[in-house]
């Protein structure tokens, strides 16, 4: 066991030495994923943009020549994470997507991909977007509506049920029965909230009787233990709204920085009797529980929209391992070619994790973040430049898949 704490310290003293700054290069080109040390668990987030604007658009794409499906399936199989979090996968309630993106995407070598891949367990479950509240939630005077202003009177931004859901793939049991879902968790539940306010007058953006009603989770947030070999792992998977898409009162800014404060709160001390799942069970994470937080967060530290501190007090959380940051290669030459506001970005390029066109400009937003009490052994983002192997497969969504190996540390 030493010699496996020796090899891994060595590896995290590498990369933690090895930073760079927008528009460095590295000097040595380095597998975009390479294979995982023995006895490492390969845990993964992966926003994949597999949705559809239309209810059963997922399945016509699954079932024709998807591109987007393709270069996904072919990402996976290259880096073959042990868990993977798929964000941005519609949710279809038989598990019918679910089953179909399985067997005929990852079980069949795709192009630029590795060996089929076969995940023997999978978690699913409802979520907020689309389903409509019955309630003028963006204040236009009007409920529901056609196009984007159906989509901003539901729980969550979208133009059908389960538009945007989230899909657990796993080679390790999920234990389904024990798992907690907080998809109907009221906003206004959480003490001190941030409730967001009309900036000219002051008051609630959102009368009482709507603020009342108010789903927190855009998605849903879960925690779903999966037994690995080392032991249980609690998943803590989510996908909060992006701070953008709102007027001057900010409400998904605000919302935004309540969907990743959850987790902060969830991992804290204390009885937390606000913090009620959907089967009416209360309270926080054990102190002494394994866990890994995935996801797209829509939210970087530094550049970008979004209220910064609500990522960056969860990466400081005592219980989130510290462990240098993921990154590639690719996207340090995307950013230098992307110029716009990437030229103003203050975060190293290398850690981004999604290419969002110049206005935006490419930021760090989706994340693998192990409890202490893991070993960090190796990281990256799949991003290699464009000149390197499997360069072809990145686009198939404007993200790219985050991984982390751990082992068990003491």
Not at 34 to 62: F, H, K, M, V
Not at 120 to 138: E, H, I, K
């Amino acid at each position: 066991m030493l010699w496996l704490l020796l090899v891994v310290a060595a590896l995290g003293l590498a990369a933690c030495v090895r930073v760079h700054v927008h528009g460095d290069r590295p000097t040595t080109a380095s597998p975009p994923a390479p294979a995982p040390a023995a006895g490492a668990l390969r845990i993964a987030t992966y926003n994949t943009s597999l949705n559809s604007d239309e209810p059963g658009g997922l399945l016509q794409r699954l079932q024709g020549d998807d591109a987007g499906a393709r270069k996904v399936a072919a990402v996976l199989q290259r880096v073959r994470p042990d868990i993977v979090l798929l964000n941005e996968f519609d949710y279809v309630a038989d598990g019918s997507a679910a089953t179909l993106f399985q067997t005929r995407w990852l079980e069949r070598a795709q192009p630029g991909g590795g060996a089929p891949l076969h995940y023997p367990y999978r978690y699913l479950a409802p979520v907020n977007t689309g389903v409509q509240s019955g309630l003028d939630l963006d204040g236009n005077g009007t409920v529901g509506g056609e196009g984007r202003d159906r989509g901003n009177d539901a729980w969550g931004y979208g133009l059908h049920p389960g538009q945007y859901g989230m899909l657990l793939l796993s080679r390790y049991p999920i234990d389904a029965e024990a798992a907690r879902t907080f998809q109907w968790l009221k906003w206004s539940a959480m003490p001190d909230a941030q409730r967001p306010h009309d900036p000219a007058t002051g008051a609630p953006f959102h009368p009482d009787a709507v603020w009342a009603q108010l789903r927190l989770s855009s998605k849903s947030h879960w925690d779903v233990p999966v037994r690995t070999p080392a032991g249980v792992l609690h998943v803590l998977a989510s996908h909060p709204t992006p701070p953008a898409f709102d007027g001057p009162e900010k409400r998904n800014v605000a919302r935004n920085h309540d969907e990743i404060r959850v987790w902060h709160d969830y991992l804290s001390p204390g009885a937390h009797d606000w913090l009620c799942d959907d089967a009416g069970r209360c309270g926080g994470l054990a102190a002494d529980a394994r866990f890994v937080i995935l996801g797209d967060l829509n939210n970087d530290p530094v550049d970008g929209a979004g209220a910064h501190e609500a990522i960056v007090g969860l990466l400081e959380h005592p219980r989130v391992l510290r462990m240098a940051t993921p990154r590639s290669e690719g996207a340090v030459e995307a950013a230098a070619r992307d110029g716009g506001a990437n030229l103003e970005h203050r975060g190293a390029a290398a850690h981004d994790t999604g290419s969002f066109g110049p206005r935006v400009g490419n930021l760090r937003l989706d994340y693998v973040l192990p409890s202490v009490g893991h070993v960090p052994v190796a990281s990256g983002v799949f991003w290699p430049p464009s000149d390197a192997p499997h360069a072809e497969i990145v686009d198939g969504t404007d993200h790219r898949l985050v991984w982390v190996d751990v082992a068990e540390g003491g």
